[in-house]
């Protein structure tokens, strides 16, 4: 919504709106593709690296579920 000040500078509010709403969907689609690449990049350096995928998936799950029901408490409590 906005102000009285600023629908007398912008003639055509609805033109602006709608190019502003354009606008905030086209970045949060770029936003996402950008850290989709991110991700894929860092994915791909990590497997020629031999780190992923792990030889054993469940190594260390045990810390992992104790971790986490020490954050579970946390929240459960706070």
């Known amino acids: 919504m906005r102000s009285n000040y600023q629908r007398k ?19 949060a689609r ?3 593709q950008k850290a989709l690449e991110v991700f894929t990049a860092l994915w791909k350096e990590a ?17 992992d579920i104790r971790v986490a029901k020490i954050l579970n408490s946390c929240l459960k409590n706070s």
Do not use: Q
């Open 9 to 27: 500078m912008i003639k055509n509010t609805e033109k602006f709106e709608a190019l502003e709403r354009e606008f905030i969907r086209s970045s």
């Open 30 to 32: 770029s936003d996402y």
């Open 47 to 63: 497997v020629s690296l031999g780190a992923l995928p792990p030889k054993n998936p469940l190594e260390g799950i045990e810390v």
